[in-house]
């Protein structure tokens, strides 16, 4: 039942992020022109500034599923249902919280962006925020059990939820800013969803999956132990945050709302693609940690990683190069005029990024052996110079400029300080998962050719050459990929499911 959650769990997760992405790619031009430029800038600046407040949750999620699975390994019923009550109290505070921190930042944001922004502007934004503010803590609240259900791999269930949700929001939130309502009513409409699927959540824990919670003789030594441990997670998340959110945060103050649009289309091209990395990782976690707890081979660390990374880097190499070659066009026909800026800006980001997201399983590794605090300090230090490279670089390159600064650091950071760390601290066999990944080089050859002609030579100028240009690369980089570059584990991934489907059609036919 558990290879088929794990199976489940990673095809449902591209089906999510496949229909998400769909519905984004859809909707977005839509509200792009309902919103106007100014009104989707302040939108993304007031999401962007709250997500701030998203620092809040600690890393007390990763916390969860590494003492929970070590209590499960040993079937220790009671002291899971005393985790289960420590973090539900935990994560109860850090909604109030949130809710506090929020009311504050409310409060002072004609201080904040009073250079950036109108009085009308700043009016609306705070509006904005104090919903944000409340759907924010009411995530937090439910964290607990959305965390229980992946430590029990239960992911069948949790991404149909998912998929629903992101299903039902565009074609309730549609109709409202055609008839004149603007990004409060999105809001409002998001946070009546998130009400919903959490509720649903608990329902399915509690009713499911039997959770049961202790209150009594609270645990303050593991309490401190598990501080410890999220602590770097925390800094990981300030890092996140800085990373993703803070080029707004300076476009806001240095450039309106009208740079923070540009900049987020561009971002936001680049969300879609860290979400394609994370979907397959995500769904390895506990394995992860179950691997740590009961052996911790770093050899048998090292294959998962390099297996899953391969992967990982076959699909994100794929998307990129389509992204080089035909995303120019596909911006300026998806978002329209204003937005050119938008392809160079997703470039800039999506390319450093690369290497962390084949290798975000290294993350969780780290993470299950306890070793995340290197990471974080070191992305911490990086994250500070982010900032101060953005905020020149955006006075003088505009929208673009922030962008820069945040691929520079991310180099820095995960291209070359965490290999060096995996390698000697984690005991993870980095060589050998870059030879892995070389070994890809040869079947990237002719594709790589074939799109240089289409954009060079023959040039993208229309949805016909678009649509023909983007088919044809596809299938050239598929066959090449199938032939040359993947191995025979890789290819039983495809055939497999093909195989049991072909299997059960011949039965029903015979």
């Given amino acids: 039942m558990k290879i088929n959650q794990l199976k489940g769990g990673v095809i449902l997760s591209y089906i999510s992020m496949g229909i998400g992405s769909i519905i984004s790619i859809l909707y977005t031009p839509v509200m792009l022109r309902l919103l106007g430029q100014s009104e989707y800038g302040l939108y993304n600046l007031a999401f962007s500034v709250v997500g701030y407040l998203g620092l809040l949750n600690f890393g007390f999620n990763s916390a969860y599923m590494r003492y929970y699975s070590r209590y499960k390994v040993n079937d220790d019923v009671e002291n899971i249902e005393k985790v289960n009550g420590m973090f539900l109290i935990l994560f109860s505070i850090i909604g109030l919280i949130a809710i506090l921190a929020g009311t504050l930042l409310i409060f002072n944001i004609e201080t904040i962006f009073k250079k950036g922004l109108t009085p009308n502007e700043i009016n609306t934004a705070r509006i904005l925020m104090m919903l944000m503010v409340l759907n924010l803590a009411i995530s937090f609240l439910g964290s607990v059990f959305t965390s229980n259900m992946i430590a029990n791999e239960k992911y069948i269930f949790q991404k149909i939820v998912d998929i629903l949700g992101k299903v039902v929001n565009p074609f309730l939130i549609l109709p409202l800013l055609l008839m004149g309502y603007k990004s409060i009513a999105m809001i409002i409409i998001t946070t009546i969803i998130t009400i919903i699927t959490n509720y649903i959540n608990v329902w399915y824990c509690l009713k499911r999956l039997d959770m049961k919670f202790k209150f ?19 800094l990981n998340m300030i890092v996140d945050q800085i990373n993703w959110n803070v ?22 091209l680049n969300t879609y693609y860290l979400s394609l990395s994370t979907s397959i990782s995500s769904v390895f976690v506990p394995k992860v940690n179950r691997m740590v707890a009961s052996v911790d081979d770093n050899k048998q660390l090292t294959d998962l990683f390099t297996k899953v990374g391969r992967i ?34 997703a470039l800039i980001l999506m390319t450093p990024v690369t290497i962390p997201l084949i290798q ?9 052996k306890n070793m995340h605090k290197f990471r974080s300090i070191v992305y911490t230090i990086i994250a500070i110079g982010n900032i101060f490279l953005s905020i020149p670089l955006c006075k003088v390159y505009g929208e673009i400029g922030p962008s820069i600064g945040t691929a520079i650091t991310l180099i820095i950071g995960n291209g070359i300080i965490m290999n060096i760390y995996y390698h000697k601290m984690v005991g993870l066999d980095i060589k050998y998962f870059w030879k892995e ?24 100028d229309s949805m016909a050459m678009f649509l023909v240009g983007g088919v044809v690369y596809s299938i050239i980089f598929i066959l090449s990929i199938w032939f040359i570059g993947m191995n ?15 299997s059960k059609v011949c039965k029903r036919v015979n």
Avoid: C, H
């Avoid at 030594?221 to 441990?229: D, G, P, Q």
């Avoid at 945060?249 to 709302?257: H, V």
């Avoid at 975000?360 to 299950?368: C, K, P, T, V």
């Avoid at 290819?491 to 072909?502: A, M, Q, T, Y």
């Fill in 488 to 502: 025979d584990y890789e290819k039983d991934l495809l055939i497999g499911p093909l195989n049991f489907i072909k």
């Fill in 247 to 268: 080029d707004k945060f300076i476009l806001g103050i240095f450039r309106g709302t009208a740079g923070v649009a540009v900049y987020s289309i561009g971002a936001q």
């Fill in 216 to 234: 009594d003789k609270f645990n303050f030594t593991l309490m401190k132990e598990i501080w410890i441990f999220s602590f770097y997670i925390f």
């Fill in 437 to 460: 990944i070389g070994k890809f080089i040869p079947s990237f050859i002719v594709p790589v050719m074939v799109g240089v002609w289409f954009k060079s030579v023959i040039g993208i």
């Fill in 360 to 368: 975000n399983l290294g993350i969780e590794i780290q993470r299950a």
């Fill in 312 to 345: 990982q880097f076959i699909m994100m190499f794929f998307v990129l190069s389509v992204f080089v070659f035909f995303g120019e066009y596909f911006i300026s026909f998806w978002a329209g005029s204003g937005y050119e800026k938008a392809y160079l800006i």
